[in-house]
C-alpha cells in the first residue's frame, strides 16, 4: 500500500495521511507491539514529517465490482498532498 501510494504522490511528500483501520485489524488480527511495527514502518515509507490522524472503525462499505460489501480486515488510507 505504501508503494501505491508513494507512486500517486509522484515524489511528493503528504501534507496531512487519514488512516482508518477495522477494529479487526486491532487487538483481534495483531498483537500491540506487532501493531505499532507495522504503523511505524508504513508511516516511514509514506511521510514521516506528515501529520497522521484516524481511528478503528468496525469495518468500511465499499464495492467489489459491482456490489457493495461490508469489509471489517481492511485499512483505508488518504494522503493529500
Not at 511495527?37 to 508504513?42: A, D, Q, S, V, Y
Request: with cysteine.
Amino acid at each position: 500500500m505504501a508503494a501505491q501510494i508513494n507512486q500517486q504522490l509522484g515524489g511528493n511528500q503528504p501534507k496531512l495521511v487519514l488512516h482508518f483501520d477495522c477494529v479487526s485489524r486491532g487487538k483481534t488480527m495483531f498483537r500491540d507491539q506487532e501493531k505499532l511495527r507495522i504503523l511505524r514502518r508504513f508511516r516511514q515509507e509514506v511521510g514521516p514529517e506528515a501529520p497522521w490522524a484516524g481511528f478503528l472503525t468496525y469495518g468500511e462499505i465499499g464495492p467489489v465490482g459491482k456490489h457493495n460489501c461490508y469489509h471489517n480486515y481492511s485499512a483505508v488510507v488518504l494522503a493529500l498532498s
